[in-house]
């Protein structure tokens, strides 16, 4: 079956843009987490969903990062007025209903510059 | 901020050898696990073990796990090279996300 897809793979914005990143976890998957990684690091956990709830959003750098997944599937993370420091890649994973904790499945990711 | 480090933070090796990397960890954990991270690519899930297992198998994986030192270590026997790729371990401590180390990027030279 299908694994986690992103879009777009690529973006580059201004300064002061906002950008939109999608992500659609694989069906079923009740738990969808979305991760930063800065150039030669590991990723950094931004936020958690399950289903529609947004349980934990402690990750989110800054009021300018957004995320939501009002049908509980696609989810979207938005970053409002971009800064360079927001050059990143974005990782979104998925996981199987109820086990959070286990395997979390990845996409490939968003890589933003931000310029 | 990350809570682990891996070490060695780079490895190069020759196809056909073994390559051993280690992660130290601060927190008490529920299970840690594996990922492999090819270049420009997403995660790969390799290997989970529970805090209350101490050594798992996965084919050419082997990990280990020793909470009272707060260590874990992976071992991939018989290298190729499509193994070379960045090598995360990533501990689950109850809170409800992963925490990442720093990775070892393995190089496997054919």
């Known amino acids: 079956g299908a694994g986690v897809s992103q879009s777009p793979r690529y973006k580059v914005a201004k300064r002061g843009q906002d950008v939109a990143l999608r992500c659609d976890p694989i069906s079923g998957h009740v738990s969808l987490f979305w991760y930063q990684q800065a150039l030669g690091q590991g990723p950094e956990f931004l936020t958690y969903f399950q289903n529609e709830a947004q349980l934990d959003k402690s990750g989110l750098p800054s009021d300018r990062f957004f995320a939501e997944r009002p049908e509980g599937s696609v989810s979207t993370l938005k970053i409002q007025r971009t800064q360079q420091e927001d050059s990143a890649v974005y990782l979104c994973a998925s996981s199987l209903p109820r086990e959070p904790s286990d395997t979390q499945y990845f996409g490939p990711g968003t890589r933003l510059t931000v310029l | 901020s990350q809570q682990g480090e891996e070490d060695p933070q780079a490895l190069s090796i020759q196809e056909g050898e073994n390559a051993t990397m280690n992660c130290s960890y601060k927190?008490?954990?529920?299970?840690l696990q594996w990922y492999r991270q090819n270049s420009g690519r997403g995660l790969v899930h390799l290997i989970l073990i529970r805090s209350n297992e101490r050594e798992k198998h996965s084919g050419r994986l082997r990990v280990t796990l020793d909470t009272s030192k707060k260590s874990s270590s992976l071992l991939i026997t018989a290298s190729r090279a499509a193994d070379t790729a960045s090598y995360f371990c990533?501990?689950?401590?109850?809170?409800?996300?992963?925490?990442f180390g720093t990775g070892t990027r393995l190089t496997v030279i054919p």
């Open positions: 990533a501990r689950w401590t109850g809170a409800n996300n992963l925490f």
């Open positions: 927190t008490s954990i529920n299970n």
